[in-house]
């Protein structure tokens, strides 16, 4: 056989198909397999063995039976003796055709050797208790390929084909797909939708639309079948099930046509449908802010036209109503009967069986458009709404007492049944937010016992012997104005001690800052009246021969034992000094006085 024409042949089929090599590979596998069991005429008990080599272009099929003393079926056993035989018989034969064979038919003198040196594999093998192959002839195997394979292999193949559409389009249930028509007849439309061809039978189109091959067309996907049942038979009929006349097939092409039900701000509560005559499709809206009937009709009918234009192309168009869903019993079954006003609504029996019941009243010269053409309109509001409605005349139901509730009631309740619902929900919706309110609070307030980290031994030591300062004084009213003594630089000593941050002194007071600057122009007063101070009297030199006694209360204050000195005693000893030399003149005489009262009549007596 030649390999490239082979494979060749095989990628065809697969291209042909949409199905891989190996699945051509596969049933053409399958259907040797089957064309030869059919050919031994011995059932389907036989085990057939076969066997495609790509690679180097060898087919053989071969009838495996167990190697026995004592054979009970010779359709499945065969005597060691009854093999050897077999095995001579099929060499010899295999040589007889090889010396006929001419130059030119080199391929199927390879194809002999081939079969020969197998079957001498099998003559060395055989023993009471194994495997024996009868090898199918070339003669016989010719004639499968030329008649039984030829049907099996396209089965085959269909299945292949039947398995890739399953994959494919089991996930598209429920969706639209655009194909294009690829032949008609006049009780079917066949359409090629991708992958795979589905027939659109009368029942599946929209009223009495025409199309020709070639024309696109927009079917929606139903039902995918299994490439096999239960008992492994393939599917009746078309694998993929599509139609234009469902629902399903109207729902889409609102989706598709109206952005607010695709959003989801409008949702289609229902859909009852006569695909070609009318259809009645139930919408509701989520936002209060948005009118579900506005949305679906679009500005002059726009919206609603495009949606018509897409339902076939037949001479009468479908008619669509739009109903506005209402959760109030009565006034849904009042709309469901649009294009007529109806005068009022009697709920007759809500559990009835098999459907509640309802009597709905409107004008006479309206019965006939309420019936609708074939009753459509009722027959539609029925289903739409799950109600069998009853349509009266109002003259018939003035004459059978029929006590009905009005509509313009039945508005108003309607509206009060709907506000009854939003406190409802919205009371519910405030117990639950309450609820998880106590429950985040319940779940903040859950005693946690903390886990202190371990310290160490040095920190703690450390924390002990640091110098703790004393808390800052509470600040007083200052009577008078003291001089601000010049800060000294700290000591190396003191720099390296270290010092606990003080916070900043708060200072109260309870009087406003007029008040103060009042005292303190009080204070200058009596200065002046009780003597002149020191900065009157003149600026000389500061009089001399002043006693330690008297200028005791100049002196700094001792330090506290709490805090922390200021100078060390060195140092102070070293400024007592200096200051000593500067109260003595060159005589080495004290120059101070002993009070402030020597000082002014010395001042006095320089005048």
Known sequence: MNVKEFQAAVDAIAEAKGISHQAVINALHDALQAAYIRYLKGGNDADVEVTIDEENGYVTIAQVKNVVKDVQDDYLEISPEDAKANAEETLARIQDDMSQLKRNQASQKNDMRHLADLIKVEEKNIKVGGKYRIYCPFETLSKLTTSSIKTVLRQKIAEAGHEVLYEIYKDHIGELVTGTVEAVSPNSVSVNIGKGTTDLYKEDLIGEEDFKPGDPIKVYIEEVQQPKDENGHSPKGAQIKATRSSEGFLKRLFEEEIHEIYDGTVVIKGIARRAGVRSKVAVASVNDDVDPIGACIGPGGSRIQKIVSQLGNA?????????????????????????????????????????????????????????????????????????????????????????????????????????????????????????????????????????????????????????????????????????????????????????????????????????????????????????????????????????????????????????????????????????????????????????????????????
């Not at 309206?366 to 053409?373: D, E, H, R, T």
């Not at 006085?593 to 002014?600: A, E, L, R």
């Open 315 to 607: 001479k009468y168009k479908e008619k669509i109503d739009i109903i506005p869903y209402s959760d109030y019993t009565p006034l849904y079954l009042a709309e469901s009967l649009r294009p007529v006003e109806v005068l009022g609504v009697k709920i007759i029996d809500e559990h009835s069986v098999p459907y509640p019941t309802a009597a709905v009243v409107i004008d006479d010269d309206q019965y006939a458009v309420a019936i609708g053409k074939r009753g459509s309109n009722a027959i539609l509001a029925n289903k739409l709404t799950g109600w069998n409605i009853r349509v009266y005349k109002k003259s018939d139901a003035e004459a059978e007492g029929l006590d009905y509730v009005p509509l313009e009631t039945i508005q108003k309740e309607a509206a009060e049944f709907k506000k009854n619902q939003e406190r409802a929900a919205y009371a519910k919706r405030s117990a639950e937010e309450a609820a998880a309110r106590a429950e985040e609070t319940k779940a903040a307030i859950a005693p946690s016992t903390p886990v202190m980290p371990e310290a160490d031994e040095s920190e703690v030591e450390e924390a002990v012997e640091t110098p703790v300062m004393p808390a800052a004084p509470e600040a007083k009213p200052v009577e008078e104005a003291k001089p601000v003594e010049t800060p000294v630089a700290p000591t190396p000593e003191a720099e390296q001690e270290p010092v606990a941050p003080v916070e900043p002194l708060a200072v109260k007071t309870t009087k406003t800052l007029d008040e103060l600057e009042k005292e303190l122009a009080e204070s200058s007063q009596s200065e002046k009246k009780g003597g002149r101070s020191f900065h009157e009297k003149g600026k000389s030199k500061r009089p001399h021969n002043i006693s330690e006694k008297e200028v005791a209360h100049a002196k700094p204050e001792e330090t506290p034992a709490n805090k922390m000195p200021i100078y060390s005693e060195e140092e102070l000893a070293e400024i007592e000094k200096e200051e000593n030399a500067e109260q003595l003149d060159t005589n080495g005489e004290d120059e101070s006085f002993d009070d402030y009262s020597d000082y002014d009549d010395y001042y006095d007596d320089k005048k």
